[in-house]
């Protein structure tokens, strides 16, 4: 072996008696902490997010240190691609159009916005409503169901209204799914004060913080997972919720919670 790598003998024997150098030691207590910060992220979080948990522990090592030694050591965010159904446009009020365009936010319950998604449990599709406030991206109130219906929307709506009662004049905004533009939604809207706004046709990026919220919350706790029973998704869904809200790092909001971000501009 010696002779195929072009090395001494004696310097070979050399080099395992030295072990290893105080930065391989090094490397190896920040995988440590690494991976302690990673199980308490529910194995979410990457390198960025990783290093703003690690600096606020007093740790002085760089992103880049801490993202070679998580790629050493196989420490991955869980990611997913997510297939979009886009909802039917035949059926849409021709009058709905996007209020919360280019609107400057200064604190919470002036836009919230939402969305529906498809889970899968045990071979069947169930229904997620969600209602996000834009300003601090915290999930205000959500709703799993068997049915993507006007019935299901409303439950979440309800339950965020019911939880931040916000004043009149807020803006719900939504893409231009029937179970937002049916006419029981509208009149419950127009019955608390909110304003209605709608994506611009064929503009599905004009609701983007709840389709990334979407994403990471199928990445984090719905992907590479089976659920077999409605039980099963509920109470994973119902851990899910806080964590997002008071413990997930944000990188939109300078690496911390919606919670967080809430106190600390309220």
């Not at 801490?66 to 050493?72: F, L, P, Q």
């Not at 994973?236 to 919720?241: N, Q, T």
Request: aromatic share 12%; proline share 3%.
């Amino acid at each position: 072996m010696c002779r195929l790598y072009g090395v001494t003998r004696a310097g070979y024997y050399a080099w395992r008696a030295r072990g290893d150098g105080a930065r391989a030691n090094e490397n190896a207590d920040l995988a440590e902490r690494i991976r302690a910060v990673h199980r308490r992220s529910r194995h979410t979080y990457g390198s960025p997010r990783v290093y703003q948990a690690l600096r606020r522990q007093g740790c002085g090592a760089g992103e880049n240190r801490i993202a070679r030694v998580m790629r050493k050591h196989g420490i991955k965010a869980r990611v997913a691609t997510i297939r979009y159904t886009n909802p039917t446009l035949k059926r849409f009020f021709a009058g709905a159009s996007n209020e919360q365009l280019g609107m400057e936010l200064n604190g919470p319950d002036q836009v919230w916005v939402g969305d529906i998604t498809y889970l899968k449990v045990g071979g069947i599709y169930r229904y997620l409503a969600v209602v996000m406030d834009k300003y601090s991206r915290r999930i205000v109130g959500w709703a799993y169901g068997h049915r993507k219906d006007v019935v299901l929307t409303l439950r979440a709506l309800n339950r965020a209204v019911r939880y931040r009662k916000p004043a009149r004049g807020l803006i719900f905004h939504t893409d231009r799914g029937i179970e937002y533009a049916a006419g029981a939604f509208k009149a419950r809207l127009t019955e608390l004060g909110i304003t209605q706004s709608m994506n611009r046709p064929g503009k599905v990026t004009d609701n983007a913080y709840i389709e990334s919220f979407f994403h990471s919350m199928k990445s984090e706790m719905y992907h590479g997972l089976r659920f077999d029973e409605d039980r099963q998704i509920k109470t994973a869904l119902r851990d899910y919720m806080p964590f997002y809200n008071r413990g997930r790092l944000h990188s939109s909001l300078n690496y911390v919670s919606p919670a967080t971000y809430e106190k600390l501009l309220a």
